[in-house]
């Protein structure tokens, strides 16, 4: 019976419980077999005869051996029991989606935990789980389903604004026990584990096999110096991966210490030991060389804002600016694609931070006021991690075509072995021991000895190729399949371009399709738009941002100040005072800002020019002709729009 499982990863599990040693079936049909040659064929036929069926049975039993470790459905086939209660279950098959991952079997995990809505009804309950790529997903007596471990990461914002983090001990031993410490925790493989990885290979097997015939044959010397390199340069692979996962091993939890409000007053604690639920106070930092530190967990801003650095997760070397969650609706529950500008991810750094003063906790050290969503690999850092760490598959130098074209040549060596045993059983003076070693070279032929070995050849040259340009690869043969690939595609300006970006000019204004490049023609509002409408800050005396927004306040020849304030270079055009910024969000294509110019207030808005062609009470003639005339060119086109505001109070 299969139990589904609730997410993006498992498709579906299998509940099993371990059989009795003496009753798997890699056990007690191989020890009848044994016996039946010990009683019943070595007394009845010679003796070359008997060590030949003696060999047959010790190649069955090892290959069977080998297919448990090479196959999960044949090992649950093999040495488990399919079960449908829980509560017998030892381990269970996890049977990920499609491109997700392979088949692994993982223990079940019983512990007692307390349940109940008031304290008058706590009962204590037994919950089981299981744990896979370092996912844990819990048992549901009611639904007979597993779901994902919640973390507090999509609740209402009232929910967060009016949270003052754990108010008892009980509260936080309750949590840790739940979701853990705030660490990556992953085993380090010896060198030892490695090596054996690489030697339970098909091929590596299939290559000792070869061996062994040869040795059989009399082929000594050319037989034991094939062993030795292909030990060689496995062993030299298992070294470039122990190297690697080594180098993975030095990304870890920041554990600078922390501001958190537990039990009702601020206290020190490293940042190993944040748990989803706590009110920290984060800023910027630097560690004893003066790096900047790194933020521990994702948190939700609830006060203050920061500047941050993102180019660990994203690529991108634009800072972003995330702002406090005041001001949302109370009821609107917290959206991982939509909130994302409220969000300090795990692994990115703070460049610059503002404190909010009124917020409802005060912080003692001058940080902006957060709650912590995630931690662990259930960060955005700790994904990262989890996608190095677990490839999609487990990818071996065969593939599905040369799987293919060794099962067409076997069917030629099997016809020949058998041609030739026929022909050898009807010699009476010919070696039995010698013609069923002759037929077993035929099959093994099929496979060119050298191949193996020359694959690892190929494979060492390129990590060591790829080492010295400082890149590591955590599974070897993935560099084989890297030579099947005919087109690359990169997303980002930068990677094959130069991210600075030119401005053109202006267009739309009289209606036509015509450049305006000079910016006296141009109406003062769209200047006043374009100086106002960005996400741009100062950071260490230096102003950063998108490169767009940068190349637009150049082109219109503005000047941008570190009090918010947009104005021109020379002439008389009136400074703009940005009182309001609603950031750009993928989702709605534009950003808008509130901001003054004199004792005007308006709402100026950019973004894409399908989506403020939605919200225009007047759209231009041949507004959709224009757009459309420059992107098709490959121009990056954006749409200006505002909107005059009442007179209001403002409060800075």
Not at 312 to 337: C, D, F, H, N, Y
Request: charged letters at 25%; aromatic letters at 12%; glycine letters at 6%.
């Amino acid at each position: 019976m299969g139990f589904l499982v609730e997410g993006k990863v498992v498709d579906r599990i299998e509940l099993l419980r371990w059989k009795s040693w003496p009753w798997r079936l890699d056990i007690w049909p191989f020890a009848i077999l044994y016996v039946v040659w010990l009683l019943a064929i070595l007394p009845s036929i010679d003796f070359v005869d008997a060590a030949i069926a003696l060999g047959a049975f010790v190649i069955l039993h090892i290959l069977t051996w080998l297919f448990t470790y090479w196959s999960v459905d044949f090992r649950c086939f093999v040495q488990a029991t399919k079960v449908n209660d829980i509560h017998e279950a030892h381990i269970c098959k996890v049977i990920p989606k499609k491109f997700v991952g392979s088949k692994e079997i993982v223990p079940i995990f019983c512990r007692k935990v307390l349940a109940g809505s008031s304290p008058s009804s706590i009962t204590e309950v037994e919950e089981f789980s299981f744990d896979f790529r370092k996912q844990r997903f819990i048992f549901s007596e009611e639904k007979h389903i597993f779901y994902k471990l919640p973390y507090p990461s999509k609740e209402t914002a009232g929910f967060y604004i009016k949270n003052t983090g754990y108010g008892s001990d009980t509260k936080v031993n309750a949590a840790v026990e739940k979701w853990g410490r705030n660490v990556f925790e992953f085993p380090q493989p010896t060198f030892q584990k490695l090596m054996k990885e690489h030697c339970m290979e098909p091929f590596f097997v299939f290559q000792v096999f070869c061996v062994c015939l040869w040795c059989l044959d009399e082929y000594w010397y050319y037989s034991l110096f094939t062993l030795f390199m292909l030990f060689l340069f496995e062993s030299t692979m298992a070294k470039s991966r122990l190297k690697t996962l080594t180098e993975l091993r030095r990304v870890r939890v920041d554990n600078q210490t922390l501001m958190v409000h537990r039990c009702g007053k601020w206290v020190k604690l490293s940042g190993m030991d944040l748990l989803p639920g706590d009110v920290v106070s984060i800023g910027r930092s630097a560690g004893q060389s003066g790096e900047e530190r790194t933020i521990p967990a994702d948190m939700l801003l609830l006060a203050g804002s920061a500047i941050t650095n993102e180019a660990i997760l994203t690529g991108e070397s634009t800072p972003q600016w995330k702002v406090s969650i005041q001001g949302r609706e109370l009821g609107e529950k917290l959206s991982a694609r939509r909130d994302k500008n409220h969000v300090l991810f795990g692994g990115t750094k703070i460049l610059q931070h503002t404190a909010d003063k009124g917020a409802h906790l005060k912080t003692p050290d001058g940080g902006c006021l957060a709650i912590v969503l995630r931690t662990g690999f259930e960060t955005s850092q700790g994904k990262l991690m989890r996608t190095i760490l677990f490839s999609t598959e487990r990818v071996t130098a065969n593939s599905w075509e040369s799987g293919l074209f060794i099962l067409f040549l076997v069917v030629f060596a099997l016809i020949a072995a058998g041609y030739v045993l026929k022909k050898g059983l009807e010699d009476p003076t010919r070696s039995r021991y010698k013609l069923f070693l002759s037929c077993s070279l035929i099959i093994t032929s099929v496979i060119p000895p050298e191949l193996p070995m020359e694959l690892s050849i190929a494979v060492n040259t390129s990590l060591i190729a790829l080492a010295r340009r400082g890149i590591f690869c955590t599974e070897p043969f993935r560099i084989p399949f890297a030579g099947k690939v005919d087109i690359c595609c990169f997303d980002k300006t930068g990677t094959l371009t130069t991210d600075d970006m030119e401005f053109r000019g202006f267009v739309g204004l009289d209606g036509s399709l015509n450049l305006e490049t000079d910016t006296n023609k141009v109406p003062e509002r769209t200047l006043e738009i374009l100086s106002a409408c960005h996400a741009l800050v100062f950071v260490d005396n230096k102003l950063v941002g998108d490169p767009l927004e940068k190349a637009a306040l150049k082109g219109i020849d503005w000047i941008y100040t570190s009090d918010e304030k947009a104005m021109p270079r020379k002439g008389n055009g009136q400074p703009v005072q940005i009182l309001q910024r609603h950031h750009f969000a993928s989702h709605l294509k534009r950003m808008a800002v509130v901001a003054r110019v004199q004792e005007e207030f308006f709402s100026f808005v950019k973004g894409a020019p399908e989506t403020i062609q939605e919200r225009l009470t007047d759209i231009p003639p041949g507004y959709v002709d224009t757009y459309k005339h420059y992107t098709r060119q490959g121009s990056r086109v954006l749409a200006l729009a505002y909107k005059h505001l009442p007179e209001m109070a403002v409060c800075r």
